[in-house]
């Protein structure tokens, strides 16, 4: 597999090259590495290495061509990078954080194929941490980040706003019900505010029960304090789910420094009342645009049982408390 991977990796260096006349394509990745301490609970790690702490690490090529009358072909393959071991993320796939091929024009954009689903996108815009850092969003809230066998389609900007669609069927045979995943999105940005709206259906197994969520967050920045706010609802009958969650937070610019804080409240109306709250504190620091030190610290208080642990960008962690420092250098 991995001599499979290398060799594709090459081909597409060379067609890069030998293409760029006729299309616009760009090799792009970043690394992140970061050393993570790990406590509060029987199965925490201690001390260890991870690879894509504040941003999954990763190796892309995306371009577009030309084809005349504001039209474009466009397409996107990104593979996902284990710093830390030299393996292959998502799940060992060889491409597994995007592959997508599209058309974009006056009518909007059209995409076929593999990519991070529409809510994943409303919560990493609004998360001071960007779904990443010990105190990413996905320790308590969603964290089922992409869709598969994907149709997208984005409308134009039209006074701030924009619309996005997905549609991806299960591809069950004899039940086209079985996995069968929509989405909307919706967005609003107009100087300082940023406000959107993002709702998920997906179908389990069999086509007969669904998981739903929905969430609104906005941002709004105020000279170098950007605020963050969001709500979630979160619903799946054939797993006894049913959670509210509010994320509170800001990110504070001062030259080189960012600074990052926030709080989500995780409320069970299932029955179980396991109930969490994570708070979280955060500091990057640019060497240049494309180099950071980043260190993060967050805690997650459970309750009856909660089965929450602090994670980050990759990692799911495994305890209650989690800090972390390390450097992302993007490419």
Not at 35 to 56: C, D, L, R, Y
Not at 108 to 123: D, E, H, P, S, V
Not at 187 to 197: I, K, M, S, T
């Amino acid at each position: 597999m991995k001599t499979v991977h290398s060799l594709l990796i090459s081909s597409l260096v060379l067609a890069a090259g030998g293409a760029s006349a006729q299309t616009n394509i760009t090799i792009y990745g970043s690394m992140d590495l970061g050393i993570v301490h790990e406590s509060g609970g029987p199965k925490a790690a201690g001390w260890t290495v991870q690879s894509g702490v504040e941003a999954g690490s990763r190796l892309g090529f995306k371009g577009t061509e030309n084809l005349g009358g504001g039209l474009q072909a466009l397409f996107v393959l990104e593979s996902g990078i284990a710093g830390d071991t030299g393996g292959s993320r998502p799940g060992g796939l060889a491409f597994g954080r995007q592959t997508l091929v599209g058309l974009s024009g006056g009518f909007g954009t059209i995409k076929l194929g593999r990519q991070f689903n529409l809510l994943t996108y409303a919560l990493m815009d609004v998360d001071p941490f960007g779904g990443g850092h010990e105190g990413a969003y996905s320790n308590i809230m969603f964290s089922d980040f992409r869709t598969s066998n994907g149709i997208y389609y984005t409308t134009p900007t039209m006074q701030g706003f924009k619309a996005s669609l997905t549609y991806a069927p299960g591809e069950t045979p004899g039940n086209s019900k079985a996995k069968r995943e929509t989405g909307l999105a919706l967005e609003y940005q107009r100087g300082p505010l940023f406000a959107v709206f993002a709702h998920r259906n997906l179908e389990d197994a069999t086509g007969s029960s669904r998981n739903k969520v929905s969430f609104a967050g906005a941002t709004y920045q105020v000279g170098a304090v950007k605020g963050a706010l969001g709500y979630a609802v979160n619903k799946d009958p054939a797993m006894a789910m049913d959670s509210r969650d509010l994320i509170v937070g800001a990110t504070c610019e001062h030259g080189p420094s960012t600074y990052l804080l926030s709080w989500i409240r995780h409320n069970d109306r299932s029955g179980f009342d396991q109930d969490a709250n994570q708070a979280a504190i955060g500091y990057t620091f640019a060497l240049s645009k494309r180099t950071d030190l980043y260190s993060s610290y967050s805690r997650i208080n459970n309750k009856n049982g909660a089965p929450f642990t602090v994670g980050n960008a990759i990692e799911v962690g495994s305890g209650k408390r989690g800090f972390a420092a390390g450097i992302n250098h993007k490419f």
